[in-house]
């Protein structure tokens, strides 16, 4: 019989990170640091929407860029908070949350032979992505001396005349760094210099930790049109299973990343979509409750690892810490497993999110004060053990 499978599929690794979470959903009193979703129930007047529109019956395709009250919303909401325009009807689409964006943009611009730079430790989807969309997955490896955050030596050193688009994971997904106004900046000028684009994801921007609010690097001179900005609901309003995202780009990419859309989506969810419109209109209050909600718990993680002797750089965005286990002399993958069967909770290994992501764990805060108390408990019992050996 005839091979079924395409050999670009087979060979892409399936994520590290839900690995983990597999196994300790059948584990008995096992607690789970592994997954990004927040703790918070959605907040009720966004579920009410959702519901009022049940039962209006207000449950038919919308338009396949989304509805024209969402996008209207979102244009309005990044005027608000990120200082961009955009056109509703020719700049947004409303997509099947964040990671759809991310695929429809790079199979939108990508020829076979392109190169796409990839900041990692970074978002498990950017590379395969990259690769089913054709392209060459060009990898820069960020290091905890430079906050792990991106600097222009680094990224100078991998263009070449392929390099077409640079992925911008900031707020960063595992290691929790950001990118301030002045290495936007610094970056910008690479970017234009070089001619190239920008996929900026920008999904946790809201979860922006200090007095420095997130800069889009979209909102940077010349920018722009070069720039496509991806952000969604899922972190900053909780809204994780109602699968909603959007994308904002100029209109000569944003209509070719729609037609991906018709044929593979048709349109996002009819409901989520009406759930939105109140989350981008009311929930700014939401997004800061639970904004300082994730700062407090991102404060007692930061200094559990201190007390338990862990390295932990300051992370100032998302909802996770990326704690070095370098001193024990095991792989992340065997810290992960060893912590797991003999403490029952999980954490991810910084490989699941690159191979220079060996030698840390993503701890996600996203939890409950009392689960972190627990499950840092644990750890500290297990930090100890490890380091009684060592002695």
Known sequence: MRNPLSDTIVNIEPSGIRKFFDIVSEMKDAISLGVGEPDFDTPWHIREEGIYSLEKGRTFYTSNSGLKELRT????YL???????????????????GSE??????????NPGDEVLIPQPSFVSYLPCTVLAGGRPVIIELEEKDQFRLTAEKLLEK???????????????PTGAVMRREDLEAVAKIVIDHDLFVLSDEIYCELT????????????????????LINGFSKSYAMTGWRL????????????MLKIHQFAIMCAPTTSQYAAVSAVRDGDGDVEMMR????????????AFEEMGLECFE????????????????TSEQFANRFLQEEKVAVVPGTAFGACGEGYLRVSYAYSLKNLKEALGRMERFVKRLDGKLG
């Open 245 to 256: 995202g959007y994308v904002a780009a100029p209109h000569l990419i944003q209509e070719q």
């Open 73 to 76: 919303e979102i244009a309005n």
């Open 209 to 228: 930790f200090g007095s420095e609010r997130h800069v889009s690097i979209a909102s940077l001179p010349g920018m722009r049109e070069r720039t496509i």
């Open 159 to 173: 263009i070449t005349d392929k390099t077409k688009i640079l992925i911008m994971p900031f707020p960063n997904n």
């Open 315 to 330: 992370p100032n965005g998302a909802f996770y810490a990326f704690p070095s286990i370098k001193r024990f002399g095991m």
């Open 292 to 303: 300082e909600s994730y700062d407090q718990r991102r404060r007692f993680v930061l200094h």
């Open 101 to 110: 964006a991310i695929d429809i943009a790079l199979r939108a611009m990508v």
């Open 79 to 97: 005027k608000r908070r990120c200082d961009i325009t955009y056109d509703p009807n020719k700049e947004l689409i409303v997509t099947v949350g």
